[in-house]
């Protein structure tokens, strides 16, 4: 047990140090493929309002328990302008699970696809899942890795700071 508390201590302290560099980095304009087969740019989802990107995969139990949230953030700030990217980290031989695993969960936010971890590797995903909230100008404003009960009060508290919206509301 003692080992496992290190662990996890050493797993915030890194998360914490390596999200403060990943703060107000400007991420290149990367092309995603999304569930449906189209093409999307991330310049053309940052036209409304801010982008929550989460890399997540179908094996991934945090992940799953995450995405329960994304659901409620999308539903709940896309007036805002706000949305929701879950980008599938799936192999090739297991991405056909990814559209029934959506459908089943009734998700209604964006699904991309990155089989081979390309757009992954270039947005430090190193860690499933991995949240990274970004302005409309591209910049990272928020960068999380890993999910435990509890996080989903940060990540709102992080969309609404990115949309500029005070605490008040928050929990509604």
Same mark, same amino acid.
């Given at each position: 047990m003692q080992l496992f508390k290190r662990f996890v201590l050493i797993? $915030? +302290? #890194?998360?914490?140090?390596?999200?403060?560099e990943q703060r107000d980095i400007m991420l290149p304009n %990367?092309?995603?493929?999304?569930?449906?087969?189209k093409q999307v740019?991330?310049?053309?989802?940052l036209e409304e309002g801010p982008l929550l990107v989460d890399f997540?995969?179908?094996?991934?139990?945090?992940?799953?328990?995450? $995405? +329960? #949230?994304?659901e409620e953030f999308h539903q709940k700030y896309n007036e805002y302008?706000?949305?929701? %990217?879950?980008?599938?980290?799936?192999?090739?031989?297991?991405?056909?699970?990814?559209?029934?695993?959506?459908?089943?969960?009734?998700?209604?936010?964006?699904?991309g696809l990155d089989p081979n971890q390309e757009i992954a590797k270039k947005m430090?995903?190193?860690?499933?899942?991995?949240?990274?909230?970004?302005?409309?100008?591209r910049k990272v404003?928020?960068?999380?890795?890993?999910?435990i009960p509890g996080d989903e009060k940060e990540i709102e508290a992080q969309i609404r700071a990115v949309l500029e919206l005070g605490q008040e509301k928050a929990g509604e």
């Open positions: 797993t $915030m +302290i #890194f998360t914490a140090v390596y999200s403060d %990367l092309s995603v493929k999304l569930l449906d087969g740019r991330l310049s053309a989802l997540w995969a179908t094996w991934c139990a945090p992940c799953k328990k995450e $995405m +329960i #949230f994304l302008g706000f949305r929701v %990217l879950a980008i599938s980290t799936d192999s090739p031989k297991s991405m056909s699970k990814v559209k029934s695993y959506i459908r089943a969960k009734k998700h209604t936010f964006m699904v430090n995903a190193l860690l499933m899942p991995t949240t990274l909230i970004l302005s409309k100008d404003s928020w960068y999380h890795q890993g999910f």
